[in-house]
């Protein structure tokens, strides 16, 4: 199995910026196709927020674009998203999920992200 675990969520002010980072241990050798960050608000379904692909392919939700940067960490078996001009919308629990060739995904159980006005 593999765990994931979330951190760097918290509250900021409308404008500021965050960095969660999402950490992978157990058996995590082998290849992920896909890594990414999803979010749920209150209320709301969950969504994709941000994903890269083991080509360095980048994906973004377009009511994230240009403000926020998913990349793989400086850690090893990591994966951060950079969330720069936060709005009070993107208040979430941020969840990262980390996708096998063969289908099976890891989810990590989430961070708590609030952006104050």
């Known amino acids: 199995q593999v765990q994931l675990v979330e951190t760097g969520g918290g509250l900021v002010q409308a404008g500021g910026s965050l960095r969660l980072s999402c950490a992978a241990s157990g058996s995590i050798l082998g290849s992920f196709i896909r890594k990414g960050w999803y979010r749920q608000a209150p209320g709301k379904q969950r969504e994709l927020v941000a994903q890269?692909?083991?080509?360095?392919?980048?994906d973004y939700a377009d009511s994230v674009k240009g403000r926020f940067t998913i990349s793989n960490g400086t850690a090893r078996n990591t994966v951060d998203l950079q969330m720069d001009s936060l709005k009070p919308e993107d208040t979430a629990v941020y969840s990262c999920?980390?996708?096998?060739?063969?289908?099976?995904?890891?989810w990590g159980q989430g961070t708590q992200v609030t952006v104050s006005s």
């Open positions: 999920r980390w996708t096998r060739p063969w289908g099976q995904s890891f």
């Open positions: 890269i692909t083991t080509t360095g392919y980048t």
